[in-house]
């Protein structure tokens, strides 16, 4: 069974540090990872989607890196600000099988705060 | 809409009452998804739709959870005789088309309170 590890559960930092969140998986047979965005009260917003073929995805101040073979991926935030604060979630999708099996597993989360 | 859409927002339920959560995806999207999310924790598979098709429901926690999607759009999640360990937030998303690698698209959540 896949587990999804996101460390650490909580970050403080101030405004304008560099940062990075951490997620691992266990098992490698990934078909894609995202990482998403929660504000307290709110739905999940989607940030970067990478397919297990790319190592990579960059939006803005955002970067986002996939080792599959190792099940690591980094959030890289850039010059962070204070409207960065929330919590901040991985989840991978893994490949087709005789099941439907499409569906994401979550870590469980890591909660930004970022202080002016 | 422009986005999945989810009602009620909120939801306090008694203990053994029924209650139904209702959910809006995207436009055409042909997937959909239940999750439960409990607080402080990840997001949790609950069910899984392609259009009308529930092709999955291994995540769902007991006989008292029933999803439907009877005309390949909208969907209702139905918990049966609430319990208190049910309350949290259920989030419905959809995704375009039945390829796994699409962006899949979240609602606001259902807030739920059994009390």
């Known amino acids: 069974k896949q587990e999804v590890t996101q460390i650490p559960a909580a970050l403080s930092v101030p405004e304008g540090e560099n940062l990075v969140l951490n997620c691992s998986f266990t098992d490698s047979a990934i078909y894609n990872l995202q990482w998403f965005r929660q504000d307290p009260g709110k739905g999940l917003t989607s940030l970067l989607l990478i397919q297990s073929s790319q190592r990579e995805q960059t939006s803005g101040r955002l970067n986002a890196s996939l080792d599959k073979s190792s099940g690591r991926s980094t959030l890289y935030i850039a010059a962070s600000q204070p409207g960065d604060s929330a919590t901040y979630l991985c989840a991978v999708r893994p490949l087709i099988s005789s099941g439907s099996a499409r569906q994401l597993t979550f870590g469980s989360g890591t909660q930004l705060t970022v202080l002016p | 809409g422009a986005g999945v859409s989810q009602s009620p927002r909120y939801k306090v339920a008694k203990r053994g009452q029924d209650v139904a959560l209702r959910c809006d995806p995207i436009?055409?999207?042909?997937?959909l998804f239940w999750y439960q999310q409990a607080l402080g924790q990840g997001p949790e598979f609950l069910t899984y739709f392609q259009n009308e098709a529930q092709l999955d429901k291994s995540g769902l926690p007991s006989d008292r959870f029933f999803a439907e999607r009877p005309e390949g759009s909208v969907s209702t999640l139905k918990i049966q005789r609430t319990q208190q360990e049910d309350s949290a937030v259920y989030l419905c998303?959809?995704?375009?088309?039945?390829?796994?690698?699409?962006?899949?698209?979240f609602g606001e959540g259902s807030w739920l309170t059994v009390v």
């Open positions: 998303a959809s995704s375009l088309d039945r390829v796994a690698g699409n962006t899949i698209y």
């Open positions: 436009s055409g999207h042909v997937s």
